[in-house]
């Protein structure tokens, strides 16, 4: 494999940047229409539970969905554990948590996720694969959304969606209704 001619300051930047976005998205300062504009047009993206998805609109048939909309929507921030540079090879290891909104309690609920993301030159990425514990996504999901419920900050719809999508969570009993 031929070695790479990007600068550890480029890589740094760019993956700063993408951080950045990724940020931003969570907290609706941003889009994640901004997101896709990180990534090359012939961009090749590993999801582990949508698989591999490819093309900036390949990415956004996922992100719209997961993402954009509740309960993605309520992933508000991705603090970083760390992020590694390999310069020889122009890839960038990152370990995030994607932290979820309060529920109303002032608790923090999150999980962690390694994003593994290729640079190809003018900011932009040609590959990410990101890696998770499916289960424990899903755990979270659940008893993020049982808390808020509890705690009575879920609308009608956003309540509905957990009864159709996990029963099993939502309450049953009057006093909970």
Do not use: C
């Not at 961009?43 to 909309?69: F, T």
Request: aromatic content about 12%; proline content about 4%; cysteine-free.
């Amino acid at each position: 494999m031929a070695e790479n001619s990007w600068s550890r300051e480029e890589l740094e930047n760019a993956y700063q940047n993408w951080h950045a976005t990724v940020n931003r998205a969570g907290s609706g300062e941003g889009s994640w229409r901004d997101f896709l504009e990180l990534f090359t047009e012939d961009v090749v993206y590993h999801e582990q539970m949508a698989g591999v998805l490819e093309g900036r609109e390949g990415i956004w048939k996922w992100a719209e969905p997961s993402l954009a909309q509740f309960p993605g929507s309520h992933t508000v921030s991705f603090p970083e554990h760390f992020h590694v540079i390999d310069e020889t090879n122009g890839t960038i290891v990152a370990k995030l948590d994607n932290v979820m909104s309060d529920p109303g309690d002032g608790s923090v609920w999150g999980a962690p996720h390694v994003s593994i993301l290729t640079y190809a030159g003018n900011g932009r990425f040609s590959r990410q694969e990101d890696i998770y514990d499916v289960t424990s996504f899903l755990d979270l999901i659940k008893a993020w959304g049982r808390r808020a419920m509890e705690l009575g900050t879920f609308d009608a719809t956003q309540r509905a969606w957990f009864a159709q999508v996990y029963p099993e969570t939502v309450p049953s009993s009057a006093a909970d209704r």
